[in-house]
């Protein structure tokens, strides 16, 4: 919805782009991606397409094949290649969130939220005016959630679990109750850490349900570091093993890319 992710397979080499989306996929947007990057389709044995709205785009593009794959399949695949794990749970935090689990033998939805980038920066247009990751991140690191949050120790008076007293009960919880004076670096922060929070609980339940033993969250929101932050700080207090790749916005590109290469076989 947000970001169109290339990854080129040259030789040895893999090469990765992203560009902003504009409207559904379409022959168009496959050549505005792939100019990106001073590239024809022809340039190529053959093209990997995955995301949203897939089947929208044609089976062929100036001779060469665009090789349609299943999302589920791509975000398992290259999860795992990126976190180089043989089986986890991949969460794909992009616009909304999709958790998948995944071996090297294929992969399946197992649960998901709409909450995700997206309601990061719709709730920062609300909230902030502005919808810049970057200056989200920069305010967020430059906050403090606590202006509007309320924390354990003033919800139960103490620790719960592994959680220490200090960790948010309830998210916004303090405006809840009365007007507080907080800034915009103070609001960015409450809004990363909400957000943050739920992607992070969500995919380390998901993973004990599934019985495995790491969780592995990619795609455009871990680019903020703020963001990933949030996720590392949830997995010390849960005790839990979440891995954050670099690149992980080329995840599911790649995971596409590798998947047609299998077939092709």
Same mark, same amino acid.
């Given at each position: 919805?947000?970001?169109? !992710? %290339?990854?080129?397979?040259?030789?040895?080499? @893999?090469?990765?782009?992203?560009?902003?989306?504009?409207? *559904?996929?379409?022959?168009?947007?496959?050549?505005?991606?792939?100019?990106?990057?001073?590239?024809?389709? +022809?340039?190529?044995?053959? %093209?990997?397409? @995955?995301?949203?709205?897939?089947?929208?785009?044609?089976?062929?593009? $100036?001779?060469?094949?665009?090789?349609? =794959?299943?999302?589920?399949?791509?975000?398992?695949?290259?999860?795992?290649?990126?976190? *180089?794990?043989?089986?986890?749970?991949?969460? &794909?935090?992009?616009?909304? @969130?999709?958790?998948?689990?995944? #071996?090297?033998?294929?992969?399946?939805?197992?649960?998901?939220?709409?909450?995700?980038?997206?309601?990061?920066?719709?709730?920062? /247009?609300?909230?902030?005016?502005?919808?810049?990751?970057?200056?989200? $991140? #920069?305010?967020?690191?430059?906050?403090?959630?606590?202006?509007?949050?309320?924390?354990?120790?003033?919800?139960?008076?103490?620790?719960?679990?592994?959680?220490?007293?200090?960790?948010?009960?309830?998210?916004?919880?303090?405006?809840?109750?009365?007007?507080?004076?907080?800034?915009?670096? !103070? #609001?960015?922060?409450?809004?990363?850490?909400?957000?943050?929070?739920? %992607?992070?609980?969500?995919?380390?339940?998901?993973?004990?349900?599934? *019985?495995?033993?790491?969780?592995?969250?990619?795609?455009?929101?871990? !680019?903020?570091?703020?963001? /990933?932050?949030?996720?590392?700080?949830?997995? +010390?207090?849960?005790?839990? &093993? =979440?891995?954050?790749?670099?690149?992980?916005?080329?995840? @599911?590109?790649?995971?596409?890319? +590798?998947?047609? +290469? !299998?077939?092709?076989?």
């Amino acid at each position: 919805m947000s970001n169109t !992710d %290339i990854v080129l397979r040259v030789e040895a080499m @893999t090469l990765h782009e992203s560009i902003p989306s504009e409207g *559904q996929p379409d022959e168009a947007q496959i050549r505005r991606a792939l100019a990106a990057v001073e590239l024809r389709p +022809q340039d190529f044995a053959w %093209i990997a397409v @995955t995301g949203g709205n897939r089947a929208l785009v044609p089976p062929v593009i $100036d001779g060469r094949a665009l090789h349609r =794959v299943d999302e589920v399949q791509a975000i398992g695949r290259g999860g795992l290649t990126l976190a *180089q794990r043989d089986a986890a749970v991949v969460v &794909s935090a992009g616009s909304g @969130t999709a958790v998948i689990a995944a #071996t090297r033998d294929g992969a399946r939805h197992v649960t998901g939220t709409g909450v995700g980038g997206g309601t990061l920066l719709g709730l920062s /247009r609300m909230l902030i005016d502005t919808v810049d990751p970057a200056e989200i $991140d #920069t305010l967020s690191r430059a906050g403090t959630d606590m202006a509007h949050n309320l924390m354990l120790h003033e919800v139960l008076g103490e620790a719960i679990g592994s959680l220490p007293a200090d960790t948010t009960a309830v998210n916004f919880g303090r405006v809840a109750r009365h007007a507080v004076s907080a800034r915009r670096e !103070d #609001t960015a922060a409450a809004l990363v850490n909400m957000v943050g929070q739920v %992607i992070a609980v969500i995919a380390i339940n998901a993973t004990r349900a599934e *019985q495995m033993r790491d969780a592995v969250i990619i795609g455009h929101l871990v !680019d903020m570091p703020s963001v /990933r932050h949030v996720f590392e700080l949830v997995a +010390q207090f849960y005790g839990a &093993s =979440v891995l954050i790749p670099e690149h992980g916005g080329a995840a @599911t590109a790649l995971g596409a890319l +590798q998947v047609v +290469q !299998d077939r092709l076989r």
